[in-house]
């Protein structure tokens, strides 16, 4: 990974940062400049941070789903000033069907369950057995980020912790999501034949206490390019400049 964003686009993050207007919003998730300042060095990423973020994977996710023409148009995506390296987003392989649940779900799914939570409502126009990942942010205590995934094209639960180990109960809650869901919208059980519960020692690991929210981002982001923990090129080391990176991509609005 690069050590530094090109000039320019110092520049622009830069000006975002002292921007008092700022905003971007994708879908329904929003930023402004009070949020953004959670990107600045030794600061602990908020909700609203990480949403932008999932929604802006999803966005792009369905948008290069939309053009059916894999890696050429997403040449065509790439704007001007990007020309320069790209760092860790350009990446020339069909993207994954991807879906993305804010930092709400599963704390909701979790203490309230299903049916009271009333999460069947999340999916009115979205059939999750459809896509390809389902990607969950988890908040323990509300002291430490990771990232769930329901893997369905390759039949796992998968949990990425930059702190820490497996953790069973994430794999049951989002088990009982699936069983429950599968029930309400296609009227039978969840097949759970061949299905795994994932974890890799490959996860890149943090080195403090603040981090944690960058590097769900980037487990996200990773894995909404279809990567495994293996092909993470990122770690401790990284995380300056992929701060100012998730600033880059913010103010831009989309992901390359």
């Excluded at 329904?28 to 609203?48: C, F, H, Q, Y």
């Excluded at 369905?62 to 050429?72: C, H, L, M, P, Q």
């Excluded at 061949?194 to 590097?215: A, H, I, M």
Aim: hydrophobic share 35%; with cysteine; net charge neutral.
């Amino acid at each position: 990974l690069p050590v530094e964003l090109p000039a320019r686009h110092a520049a622009l993050v830069k000006s975002y940062m002292h921007d008092r207007s700022f905003s971007v919003k994708v879908g329904r998730e929003m930023v402004t400049a009070k949020d953004i300042g959670r990107l600045s060095p030794a600061s602990w990423l908020n909700d609203e941070i990480i949403n932008l973020w999932g929604a802006m994977i999803m966005e792009r996710a369905e948008r290069f789903k939309a053009t059916k023409t894999g890696a050429a148009s997403k040449e065509k995506e790439l704007p001007d000033d990007d020309d320069s390296d790209p760092g860790r987003f350009g990446h020339p392989e069909p993207l994954p069907n991807v879906h993305y649940f804010n930092t709400f779900f599963f704390p909701k799914l979790e203490n309230e369950g299903y049916e009271k939570a009333r999460l069947g409502k999340w999916t009115k126009t979205v059939d999750i057995f459809s896509k390809d990942v389902i990607l969950v942010p988890v908040n323990l205590g509300n002291a430490h980020w990771t990232c769930a995934a329901i893997n369905m094209k390759k039949k796992r639960v998968e949990y990425y912790d930059s702190m820490g180990s497996p953790r069973p109960k994430v794999y049951q809650v989002l088990r009982d999501y699936l069983e429950k869901e599968h029930k309400a919208k296609k009227s039978k059980p969840f097949n759970f034949d061949g299905w795994e519960d994932y974890w890799s020692e490959e996860t890149p690991q943090q080195e403090n206490g603040y981090d944690c929210g960058v590097f769900i981002c980037m487990f996200m982001e990773g894995l909404g390019r279809g990567e495994e923990a293996e092909d993470f090129v990122f770690g401790q080391s990284n995380m300056p400049y992929l701060r100012q990176r998730m600033l880059y991509e913010i103010g831009r609005g989309k992901l390359s």
